[in-house]
């Protein structure tokens, strides 16, 4: 079973890492994270069926508020239209929810079409290092991609759509029309893209699972909604969805329509579609690992403790003399299609 015991430590921005932001247009920012520090009173929000949500609608004083709206609206035209205004002057800021247990305390905005009342989200949040190199390895080497900007300290990421893994668990799961064997094979593709890419921490509440319509299935994308833990822990287990118990109900699934080597297929085929995406993004992925080896994201025993279990794992004495996360992340990522 894998269990983080301790608050993970933050980690700032440093100046390679804002260096390799700039070069790849990821430094655009038009709301400060201290801009929404300012608000003067805060209610709980509730859900629909009035549960706590353990978020807090914040309020501004009227004379902020409209200035600080337009900022909000440009930096979500900045994640969905390269900055083009034109796209926004439909749209209104309906609702600035704060959730102050998350590690980053983060901001979210829901903005609104006033023509057809279709809504959207994005984040303001405290900007962590390991943050970010999450952000950019989830882009790099998933097949998914993410919007995100980061200025000094301020992060601002768009929203991740989908079901969240506990709520898709309770309500979803024991569903007879759901493909089990198509979930199960999604999740052991999940399995290997953190594993290799050393993504923690991804237990049912920090994962969001996609479910999409085909001609004649469904299919499903896992896709992880937090990155705090992007090479930080020492365990090598933490790094591996299948041993958080919260996941038990998706792996229990496995367990029953899946054999020992249809799911080694699986790996091998997800193995090879990150070895592809690593190719097509050489050049910046190595920038990236180049950055993150001068880069200090997480404590020295951490360090030691997860080279040497990762050594075992693979059998490869290389891995201890790696000095730092980014070392052991380049080597990990080196590991694909050779296990």
């Not at 198509?182 to 290799?196: D, I, M, P, S, T």
């Not at 499903?220 to 996941?247: C, H, L, W």
Request: aromatic share 12%; proline share 4%.
């Amino acid at each position: 079973m894998a269990l983080i015991t301790k608050k993970k430590l933050s980690y700032p921005v440093g100046d390679q890492l804002m260096g390799f932001l700039r070069d790849f247009g990821r430094a655009q920012v038009a709301v400060k994270y201290s801009d929404l520090e300012r608000y003067t009173s805060s209610i709980p929000l509730m859900d629909r069926n009035g549960s706590d949500t353990l978020w807090e609608t914040v309020f501004f004083p009227q004379t902020e508020m409209v200035h600080l709206h337009e900022d909000l609206k440009k930096v979500y035209s900045n994640l969905k239209a390269d900055g083009d205004v034109s796209v926004i002057k439909h749209l209104f800021i309906d609702r600035i929810d704060l959730c102050p247990f998350g590690n980053t305390r983060p901001y979210r905005i829901r903005i609104v079409n006033r023509i057809n009342d279709n809504f959207d989200y994005f984040y303001v949040k405290v900007a962590d290092a390991s943050r970010v190199y999450g952000l950019e390895l989830e882009h790099l080497l998933s097949p998914n991609r993410i919007n995100y900007f980061v200025d000094g300290q301020t992060l601002i990421e768009e929203h991740i759509a989908g079901v969240p893994g506990d709520q898709f668990f309770k309500n979803y799961i024991d569903d007879p029309n759901m493909n089990k064997i198509r979930l199960a094979k999604e999740f052991v593709k999940f399995n290997e893209r953190c594993f290799y890419r050393l993504l923690g921490d991804m237990h049912s509440s920090n994962f969001v699972i996609v479910i999409t319509p085909d001609f004649e299935e469904v299919s499903y994308r896992i896709r992880p909604i937090d990155f705090d833990q992007q090479s930080y822990e020492g365990r090598k287990a933490v790094y591996m969805p299948k041993y958080f118990k919260q996941n038990n109900p998706i792996i229990q699934t496995g367990i029953e329509v899946m054999t020992s080597e249809s799911m080694f297929q699986y790996q091998l085929e997800e193995q090879s579609l990150m070895l592809s995406r690593a190719r097509a993004a050489k050049f910046k992925l190595t920038q990236l690992l180049d950055v993150m080896c001068n880069d200090s994201i997480a404590l020295p025993g951490n360090i030691k403790m997860l080279r040497k279990e990762l050594a075992d794992f693979h059998n490869e004495p290389k891995f201890l003399k790696c000095k730092n996360m980014g070392e052991i992340l380049r080597m990990n990522l080196n590991m694909l299609g050779k296990d």
